[in-house]
């Protein structure tokens, strides 16, 4: 089964507005990992936080981490056309080894 | 550098054959994985492997080999293609073994299973 599990499944928003991904997961986590897929592409990591983190920035993406709840959010500020893309949370289990598990994707599409 | 490199690109094959996806990298990576991406499925970890010489089972094993004889290349054989195998396939890698650090991932090999 899948450890993350993101929220909503597709989002639809205009250029300059602001986009929300949630991913819950199941089980311990040292970190969690954000990563963005380009239609026909391979993965692309976005940002790592860690299980002792509760928000962190890099650009226009801002991730928060609630290890009581077992669920992160991804905020995209100010989208652009080019943020259209999936994007998925990825989870290591508490594992040692690093070994992640993926959710299904938000596929985000963000009109010019 | 290539990072990491798979062919082929796309492949189909009818019941029944046998075929290698080839993943190479060239950031000495110790960690490498194979994974399958399915609609609606997400990513799903096939095999993976902490170094040369080890390799070890993920979510959905069946019907797929592994070896890593060598740091840069982790080869995945189909042993008998079915269509439930009809999936694109990603190879990723990344620094170490431990619990930290991200995935690079190759571009995908969509194989076709008739």
């Known amino acids: 089964s899948q450890q993350g599990e993101e929220d909503p499944q597709a989002l639809s928003i205009q250029e300059g507005e602001n986009a929300t991904m949630n991913c819950s997961y199941k089980?311990?986590?040292?970190?969690l990992q954000w990563y963005r897929q380009n239609s026909g592409r391979g993965l692309v990591h976005l940002i790592l936080i860690r299980s002792n983190e509760r928000e962190k920035h890099s650009g226009r993406l801002r991730v928060t981490l609630d290890t009581s709840k077992k669920s992160s959010s991804l905020l995209i500020t100010a989208s652009r056309a080019a943020d259209t893309a999936s994007y998925f949370c990825?989870?290591?289990?508490?594992?040692?080894?690093?070994?992640?598990?993926f959710g299904q994707g938000t596929i985000l599409t963000v009109h010019p | 550098n290539a990072g990491v490199t798979q062919t082929p690109k796309f492949q189909v094959l009818k019941t029944g054959q046998s075929m290698t996806l080839q993943c190479a990298q060239d950031m000495n990576h110790e960690y490498m994985s194979w994974y399958r991406q399915d609609p609606g499925m997400g990513l799903r970890l096939i095999h993976y492997?902490?170094?040369?010489?080890?390799?070890d089972q993920g979510e959905v094993p069946n019907g797929y080999n592994v070896s890593r004889s060598t740091t840069e290349d982790f080869p995945l054989r189909l042993l008998s293609a079915a269509p439930s195998q009809t999936s694109v396939y990603f190879c990723a890698s990344k620094k170490n073994s431990g619990n930290t650090g991200e995935l690079f991932f190759g571009e995908g090999s969509r194989l076709t299973v008739l």
């Open positions: 492997s902490v170094g040369a010489g080890i390799t």
């Open positions: 990825a989870t290591d289990g508490g594992t040692s080894y690093g070994k992640l598990t």
């Open positions: 089980t311990s986590i040292n970190n």
